[in-house]
């Protein structure tokens, strides 16, 4: 528990050393699934104002669970086929449970209790864990500076949005209705 803990705090602070280690870690991923897990609930009990319906609970950890996979492939495919440095050698297994406590930072949104700082607790935590994130790439990946980390990560995201875009058109959804909903929490 006490590695567990100090990983988390490791992560939350930037720390490369510490994603280059979790990567190398076979038995990091039941970690990196608690880290998902925590931040997820935390997320949920924010969102909700902590009126928590079980069937929502239940039908977001898949959404977020499926998401860090999908997250993490797109991640993996896009710094070794695409853009694979140098020093490139990382296996999908071990970038799994680095992008998970990449994830470290959601605890940032437990500040969003307060209903006035929601919004700034959101913002903070979703970038402080796209940080996370370029830094985990960076140090796992081996590139030398940032900006191809930046890049890969970037790639992610927008991949991620016109993913979520279409998916809601599926549904009969625009991406407003999404941010109206947002707003209603």
């Known amino acids: 528990?006490?590695?567990?803990?100090?990983?988390?705090?490791m992560a939350i602070?930037?720390?490369g050393a510490v994603?280059?280690?979790?990567?190398?870690?076979?038995?990091?991923?039941?970690?990196?699934?608690?880290?998902?897990l925590f931040t997820t609930l935390i997320?949920?009990?924010v969102?909700?104002?902590l009126k928590i319906n079980i069937a929502e609970i239940f039908g977001t950890l898949i959404i977020a669970f499926l998401g860090w996979y999908i997250w993490t492939f797109i991640i993996y495919l896009t710094g070794t086929k695409l853009f694979p440095g140098h020093e490139t050698r990382v296996e999908f297994s071990g970038l799994l449970p680095v992008i998970g406590f990449s994830h470290a930072a959601g605890i940032f949104i437990l500040i969003g209790l307060s209903p006035a700082l929601k919004d700034a607790a959101l913002f903070i935590s979703a970038a402080w864990i796209f940080a996370a994130m370029v830094v985990a790439v960076k140090n796992v990946f081996g590139y030398k500076g940032i900006l191809p980390a930046l890049g890969i990560c970037l790639i992610g995201v927008l991949i991620q949005a016109v993913a979520l875009k279409f998916m809601l058109s599926l549904k009969g959804y625009k991406m407003e209705d999404l941010?109206?909903?947002?707003?209603?929490l």
């Open 1 to 9: 528990m006490k590695r567990f803990m100090h990983r988390i705090l």
């Open 179 to 184: 941010i109206k909903l947002n707003n209603q």
């Open 13 to 15: 602070r930037l720390d």
């Open 43 to 45: 997320n949920i009990a």
């Open 47 to 49: 969102g909700s104002g």
């Open 19 to 36: 994603y280059k280690e979790i990567a190398q870690d076979k038995k990091a991923l039941p970690q990196a699934m608690a880290v998902i």
